[in-house]
């Protein structure tokens, strides 16, 4: 009878161990970042522009979703490049043109929605507008994070 309660107690023990140690390794509270898509023309995943006349203006949005664990100023820089232009996370394409930045303070596990206007200047085939992201901690951080879009801009 004895060694029943032991057995019980030291698989409850066995069992709270595993629990605490899947939560903490897959739900640590030091577990911080930010989130951001491209959403469509309808504020929604698809309905992405393939084909635009230059200096036609198209509306898309940014979702940025910040779980940093304090309120961010973000900025997005927009950027063109081409198809071969390939940024990553510590190369936010420097050298690339800017068409537009967007500033906006999302609060700590809150999201905001942003209206971004895509307007190319000239043609270019197999375009990639990129959404670059940047917080500011007393000056621009890149963030490692971005979006992008293909397309191709005709006369």
């Known amino acids: 009878m004895i060694e029943d309660e032991v057995l019980g107690v030291i698989m409850a023990i066995i069992v709270v161990t ?26 929604k995943i698809g309905n992405y522009p393939k084909h635009l006349v230059v200096n036609q203006s198209v509306t ?4 940025l979703y910040n779980h ?4 961010m100023y973000y900025i997005i820089y927009e950027k063109l490049g081409n198809y071969t232009t390939v940024l990553n996370s510590t190369y936010p394409g420097y050298d690339l043109p800017v068409l537009n930045v ?6 700590n596990d809150e999201n905001v929605t942003l209206p971004v206007v895509i307007k190319i200047p000239h043609p270019v ?17 890149y963030s490692g994070e971005w979006v992008q879009l293909i397309l191709n801009v005709t006369e």
């Open 18 to 43: 595993a629990v605490v140690s899947v939560t903490l390794a897959f739900f640590s509270p030091n577990n911080n970042y930010t989130a951001i898509g491209l959403l469509g023309t309808n504020g």
């Open 60 to 63: 898309l949005y940014l979702f």
């Open 68 to 71: 940093e664990g304090k309120a």
């Open 102 to 107: 967007y500033h906006v303070i999302v609060g």
């Open 125 to 141: 085939i197999n375009g990639k507008v990129f959404f670059v992201l940047y917080y500011y901690n007393g000056s621009e951080v």
